[in-house]
Structures are given as structure tokens and as C-alpha cells.
């Protein structure tokens, strides 16, 4: 069975400083896992995708993810974060193998920049 | 320019009124998908639909219609909606890339209210 967690509903930074959204993912194959962010009224965008290439994924918007399969994680991270990235941000998990069409969404974390 | 569009962005209508939400495609999609997205819950699958006349219900399909009659359209039927569908719905497109993980295009949402 395939299934996601983010850890954080809600995350709150200050602008310029590190952010870091937490997901793990329980999946029966091994996965394909994305980062969607979703702004408001507006439909949701692919930041970044792991389909068993390299463990540490870039994104656009300076985003970035490591996958770490012992830890059933897929992190994301910004270094520094800007007014902008305020949104709602959602982990999805695929199976690479058996029904490829199902995508498995986090509950979302919304992200709060604050000045 | 690539995208998914959904017609209506906003409705409200009440209790029995059946009514159709249509999505369509530009980008030779194989793949299209239906997801409702209430607070909390992330994103929840309706119904996919792998080609023309192939669907299949997703992981929560009831009180929901769908058809697959032409390749870029995918229209969501409720033929007699309840408040409890009451809810932000997606339409989405991915394509077939062998490995069936492509990622998913969405519509810009449409926004349902059933008193």
C-alpha cells in the first residue's frame, strides 16, 4: 500500500532563513515521489520530481529534496526563503511498478513567510 | 501553450441539480484524472482514466460520473449532487512515458458549492 505523510501542517519562517517540509511515504514498490506547490486560487505546480535517479533532487525556485529510501523520506529544503514561496505545499507518491496512474497526496504544509 | 482548462472555475447549485464540470487538454495526454481537495485532506482521487473508453474509479468515486469519449476531454458528472460534495475540484493530465511515471498537469480548479 502506498501512502504519504507531511509531518508539518503549518510551517512559519522568517524571510532569508533555511526551510525545511517534511515528508515520508510508505510505498509497497519502489516509488516516484514529487513536490507540488499550490498558491493561492491557483492550481497546483510541479517543483521537483524523484523517479530513481539521483538521490538529491533540484527544483525551481531554489527548492531541492533528498530521497532516502532507509529513512522512507523525502524532505524539501530552500536555503533562503523569499516572500514568494508562501503557499501550500503537497508530497505525492507514485508506485513505479503496479498502477502507475494512482498518485498518493499528502494532507499539505502550508508555508508562512513572514517579513 | 500547454494546459488543462476547467469550466466552471465557480458554481453553486443545490441539492439534486445534476450538473457536469468539463475539463479539456492540449497536450495529447493518454492519462486524466478527476481529485477533490478538501481542508486537511490533501488531494483525493475521484476517477482516471488511462485512454479514450477506459476508466476506473479512483478512491472516492461515489456520486460521481465520468467519461473518456475523445482524447482531450474528461468531463466530471454529478447527477445529483449533495452538500457533502461540496468541495475544490481538480482535473489533471499526465502522459504515458513508458515507465508510467509522468507528472501531472493540473486545471486551475473549480470551485463547487451544493446548498
Known amino acids: 500500500a502506498q501512502s504519504v505523510t507531511q509531518l508539518d501542517s503549518h510551517v512559519s519562517v522568517s524571510e532569508g532563513t533555511p526551510v525545511l517540509l517534511r515528508c515520508n511515504y510508505s510505498?509497497?514498490?519502489?516509488?516516484?515521489l514529487f513536490w507540488y506547490v499550490q498558491h493561492p486560487n491557483k492550481g497546483l505546480q510541479l517543483l521537483l520530481k524523484y523517479t530513481s535517479a539521483a538521490t538529491l533532487v533540484k527544483g525551481i525556485n531554489g527548492f531541492e529534496a533528498e530521497f532516502k529510501k532507509s529513512e522512507t523520506s523525502f524532505h524539501l529544503t530552500k536555503p533562503s526563503a523569499h516572500m514568494s514561496d508562501a503557499a501550500e505545499y503537497f508530497c505525492v507518491v507514485t508506485p513505479v511498478a503496479g498502477n502507475f496512474n494512482k498518485f498518493y497526496f499528502g494532507s499539505g504544509t502550508k508555508l508562512n513567510v513572514k517579513p | 501553450e500547454a494546459q488543462v482548462t476547467q469550466n466552471p472555475r465557480y458554481l453553486i447549485t443545490v441539492t439534486g441539480k445534476k450538473l457536469t464540470v468539463t475539463c479539456s487538454q492540449n497536450m495529447n495526454h493518454e492519462y486524466m484524472s478527476w481529485y477533490r481537495q478538501d481542508p486537511g485532506l490533501g488531494l483525493r482521487q475521484i476517477y482516471y482514466s488511462m485512454n479514450v473508453e477506459v476508466t476506473d474509479k479512483g478512491d472516492v468515486p461515489e456520486g460521481y460520473k465520468v467519461s473518456r469519449k475523445e482524447k482531450r476531454n474528461f468531463p466530471l458528472i454529478l447527477e445529483s449532487p449533495s452538500p457533502n460534495q461540496t468541495s475544490l475540484y481538480f482535473c489533471?493530465?499526465?502522459?504515458?512515458?513508458?515507465?508510467?511515471?509522468?507528472?501531472?498537469?493540473f486545471g486551475e480548479g473549480s470551485r463547487l458549492t451544493v446548498l
Open positions: 489533471a493530465s499526465n502522459r504515458n512515458t513508458g515507465t508510467g511515471v509522468g507528472e501531472l498537469f
Open positions: 510505498s509497497s514498490y519502489s516509488p516516484s
